[in-house]
């Protein structure tokens, strides 16, 4: 009866795998050069990588928050909260729709289905706002709509104090900390907590008021339209064109004194005549100290999708370059900075990867008592780890701990093809005397399916992790890619 092989367990028909295996065999410059090739692209992509803690996951949520300071809840609920949900209801594939009305605030989160674009929506809810700002209360301020973001937490404080008043070195750190800051790589705001800003206050006596038959809007209108520049136009002066520019801003306390509020009977009232105004600083509302001294605190947020460590370093950069220029007795901290976690993070996870791979290639030696067959095995590792990188770089993903974790499940994993295969080269050679070229073709094709079968299962459980619906599976995607 004829058998089903060729030679020595040749199958009559070679599979394409097995005959990729063979080709490298026999021609080892062109396996290697194969190998070299994704291991360099993926060297070039880790120095290209963005480094963080976490995914980079759009959740297409929508804050929305107006102020109308001293409105009662009630008041917020039905003139402010209640024009905004009405509104917004009308935007597609809206999901929820929740509302806060406390003491002078209105809160709206809005949560779209997670299909759709998070900067689409948020557009949209603008839109939407846009629209009844006319219809809110006078003394509300104007609407603020956010998009939720993971990447919106601050990744660094830097803290500055002086002993000098406040106010002094709120200044300071606004004018020659702050604006500098703010552009720096990768920086999209720079907030001031603790600071006191300068304010020029307006005392009225209530009986004046009413001896002048006044109210306090016609007083706040009149501030309000008195204390404005505007474009004044331009005038044609020969073949010269001018710019002409109007001098309203007050920024004195004696100019404000003289505001013409309204006329009375041919008379000017001004606010002189119902009050006065001093120089002074805004209402504390938030505070911050420095070893128990007065301080500043600047919060630094960094642009969406912009990396965290890297733009950690521009602005540790950045500031260096300031600390110079500041008066000596001005000292600066930087507190809370995210990239030292996330650093120690990435650094203690590629310290497991590597001692990982070291007791996996220890383990080898071990049970082949073979140096070149632990190389050989071992190899798979750094390469198969390397090569990721390209992957990773050409899905924008980034080195967080949760593609860092799936990399380090892998280090097991890679090198189980390479030491199956070398063992079953190593049997045709004690059993049937092969030669070490021989036994490598014939032992890479009696198992070559059921490698590539082995592989090929591994695929079949980590990559659906990638293609997770919600939330959850959002912050997986990368883990299941990563993995496969």
């Known amino acids: 009866m004829a058998l089903p092989f060729a030679w020595r367990g040749k199958p009559a028909k070679d599979h394409a795998m097995q005959k990729l295996a063979e080709i490298c065999i026999r021609r080892p410059v062109f396996a290697t050069m194969l190998i070299l090739a994704l291991t360099v692209a993926g060297a070039f992509s880790y120095f290209n990588l963005g480094v963080d803690l976490f995914p980079k996951v759009d959740i297409p949520t929508v804050f929305i ?11 917020v609920e039905t003139e402010i909260t209640k024009k905004i949900e009405d509104q917004v209801n009308t935007i597609s594939r809206v999901d929820e729709v929740r509302s806060t009305s406390s003491e002078g605030l209105s809160t709206v989160i809005i949560t779209f289905d997670l299909d759709k674009n998070g900067d689409l929506a948020a ?48 200044m300071l750190a606004d004018k020659r900390i702050k604006q500098r800051l703010e552009n720096a790589a990768g920086v999209g705001e720079v907030r001031i907590i603790g600071g006191l800003k300068h304010e020029v206050g307006v005392w009225v006596d209530p009986d004046r008021m009413r001896a002048y038959n006044l109210t306090a809007p016609d007083v706040l209108n009149a501030l309000r339209t008195q204390n404005i520049e505007m474009p004044g136009g331009r005038v044609d002066q020969g073949t010269r064109e001018l710019t002409v520019r109007t001098l309203g801003k007050l920024v004195d306390p004696a100019a404000f004194n ?73 000292k600066t901290v930087v507190i809370g900075d995210q990239s030292v976690f996330i650093k120690a993070s990435i650094r203690n996870i590629q310290s497991h990867l ?17 140096l070149r067959t632990t190389l050989i095995a071992a190899v798979a590792i750094p390469t198969s780890i390397i090569s990721t990188f390209a992957l990773m770089a050409a899905m924008h993903f980034t080195l967080n701990q949760i593609t860092m974790l799936a990399l380090t499940l892998m280090v097991g994993i890679v090198i189980d093809d390479a030491i199956i295969v070398l063992e079953n ?10 030669t070490p070229f021989e036994a490598a073709i014939a032992g890479t094709r009696e198992i070559g399916l059921a490698v590539m079968a082995t592989t090929l299962s591994l695929l079949a459980v980590f990559l659906p992790v990638g293609f997770m619906g919600g939330i959850v599976g959002r912050f997986m995607s990368s883990f299941g890619f990563t993995s496969a």
């Open 123 to 170: 557009q949209e809810v603008q839109d939407k706002i846009n629209i009844i700002v006319p219809d809110l209360p006078l003394m509300a301020k104007a609407p603020v709509v956010q998009k939720f973001d993971p990447d919106a937490q601050p990744i660094m404080n830097v803290v500055v104090s002086a002993p000098r008043p406040i106010r002094d070195v709120t």
């Open 258 to 330: 003289n505001v013409v509020i309204a006329n009375r009977n041919g008379y000017a009232v001004k606010v002189a005549d119902i009050g006065h105004a001093e120089d002074g600083s805004e209402e504390a509302r938030t505070a911050a100290r420095l070893d128990g001294t007065p301080a500043v605190t600047l919060v630094v947020y960094k642009q969406s999708g912009e990396n965290t460590v890297a733009t950690a370093d521009a602005v540790k950069a950045r500031l260096a370059e300031i600390l110079p220029s500041l008066p000596r007795d001005v």
């Open 65 to 75: 928050a107006v102020q109308d300071p001293g409105a009662s809840p009630e008041e």
């Open 425 to 434: 080269i190593f049997r045709f050679i004690e059993e049937k005397g092969m």
């Open 354 to 370: 590597v001692e990982g791979a070291l007791f996996a290639s220890f383990i080898i030696f071990v049970f082949l008592a073979s």
